[in-house]
């Protein structure tokens, strides 16, 4: 099985337990960003049983045709998803995806740099001194415009 996924998500461990569990070896490749995943396939880099794309990317994926109807048959665990999960705006009905993680892009500010408030996000847009040129974003467009949303006050889920 071929698994294209962000770098350092995949579990070893899981793997290892996966393939001793089912007999079924399962190759990695990863990537770096949406973009990057999504440029690759687009070109043909196709062979990949499971791609695991941010949910902001899933509409284009779905409209290009890059990835196709999940076959709930062979999902045995599909019934276990909550029914918050189920029926999602970016793939009503789950016909595309199942959910695997969840979660937000959190800040990191190292205090012995850095004493002032870590809640502001003015530290990105408008460094202080101490803290200009020490300053690295994710490269994931979605992230960055929320924080940069939210920094001019308006809502980052829109």
């Known amino acids: 099985m071929n698994l294209y996924n962000w770098g350092n998500y995949t ?9 001793a569990e089912t007999g079924i070896k399962v190759n990695v490749t990863d990537y770096d960003s949406n973009d990057t995943a999504l440029a690759r396939v687009r ?12 949910n902001s990317y899933i ?5 290009e045709g890059l990835i196709v109807p999940l076959d709930m048959s062979i999902v045995t665990n599909h019934g276990n998803i909550a029914p918050e999960w189920m029926d999602v705006d970016f793939d009503p009905g ?7 993680q ?49 920094y001019v006050g308006g809502e980052s889920c829109t």
């Open 11 to 19: 579990s070893p461990e899981l793997l290892e337990k996966f393939e």
């Open 43 to 54: 070109q043909g880099g196709h062979g990949f049983d499971i791609v695991v794309p941010s």
């Open 59 to 63: 509409p284009t994926w779905i409209a």
């Open 94 to 100: 789950r016909e595309y995806t199942v959910p695997w």
């Open 102 to 150: 969840w979660g937000t892009t959190g800040i990191v500010v190292d205090t012995a740099v850095y004493g002032g408030d870590a809640n502001d996000a003015g530290i990105v847009f408008n460094p202080p001194e101490e803290l200009k040129g020490k300053i690295n974003v994710v490269p994931e467009m979605s992230d960055v415009m929320s924080i940069a949303i939210y």
